[in-house]
C-alpha cells in the first residue's frame, strides 16, 4: 500500500445527503447460483428507479467483465473479487446511492470484511449501512433451475470449485433480510426488502 497518499477532505456525507435528498446504503445479495439473487436485485432496481431513487446494482455481468476481469474462481481470487466489490459499493454508498450487490459471496469472512469496511470510519464522518440479503434456496432446487447450465457442467466436473457443489457455501446466520427464494415470487420479495428500506429511512426523496 502506498503511504505518499495524503487524504484530502471534501463535502462531509449529510451535505451530500441533504443536496441529494437520499441516504446511501450498500443491499448485499448472497446466495446460490440460480438462487434468483440478480433477478430480484434487478427488479427492486428497477422499482427503485420509478420511485426517483438514486441506484445502481453491481453483478458479474458488470464487474467480473471490467473490474474484476483479472481474477478467477480460486478461493484467493474469489477474497479479493469481494474485496474489491465491497470498496465499490462503499464509494456508492457514500455518494448517496441505494447500492446493491449480487454476488455469490459464498464465505462469510468475505461478507464480514465488506461489513466491518462500510462501519470503518476512518476517513469519514459516521458508518455507512450495510445491509445483507440472503437468497436461500436447497442446492437441489437451484439445479432445477440452472438456467445456464452451471449445475450441470460442475457436476460432469467441466466446472471446478463450483459453489454448492465443488466449493462451500457459507449461509448467513444474521442476514438483515431473509428470502426462501424458492417460496417466495420476486415481487413479493421486492416488497419485503423495500419495505426494510422505508422502515428504516432510506426511501426519504424530501
Not at 55 to 83: A, C, H, M, W
Not at 90 to 116: C, E, G, H, M, N
Not at 187 to 192: G, L, P, Y
Request: glycine share 6%; aromatic share 8%; with cysteine.
Amino acid at each position: 500500500m502506498a503511504t505518499n497518499i495524503t487524504w484530502h477532505e471534501g463535502l462531509s456525507r449529510k451535505e451530500r445527503s441533504d443536496l441529494r435528498k437520499q441516504k446511501g446504503c450498500t443491499v448485499w445479495f448472497t446466495g446460490l447460483s440460480a438462487s434468483g439473487k440478480s433477478t430480484i436485485a434487478t427488479a427492486l432496481e428497477q422499482h427503485l428507479l420509478h420511485l426517483g431513487l438514486q441506484t445502481y446494482r453491481l453483478d458479474g455481468d458488470n464487474v467480473r467483465f471490467g473490474l474484476n476481469k483479472d481474477l478467477g474462481f480460486s478461493p484467493q481470487d474469489r477474497v479479493e473479487n469481494i474485496r474489491r466489490i465491497a470498496e465499490v459499493a462503499k464509494l456508492f454508498a457514500d455518494s448517496t446511492t441505494i447500492t446493491l450487490t449480487s454476488f455469490i459471496s459464498p464465505y462469510k469472512a468475505d461478507r464480514q470484511v465488506a461489513r466491518d469496511l462500510h462501519a470503518d470510519t476512518k476517513n469519514t464522518d459516521s458508518p455507512l449501512p450495510f445491509i445483507e440479503v440472503f437468497i436461500d434456496i436447497p442446492v437441489e432446487e437451484a439445479e432445477k433451475r440452472d438456467p445456464k447450465g452451471l449445475y450441470k457442467k460442475a457436476r460432469a466436473g467441466e466446472i471446478k470449485e463450483f459453489t454448492g457443489i465443488s466449493a462451500p457455501y457459507e449461509a448467513p446466520e444474521n442476514a438483515e433480510i431473509h428470502i426462501h427464494s424458492e417460496k417466495t415470487s420476486v415481487e413479493e420479495a421486492v416488497r419485503i426488502i423495500t419495505k426494510y428500506l422505508e422502515d428504516n429511512g432510506f426511501l426519504k426523496t424530501g
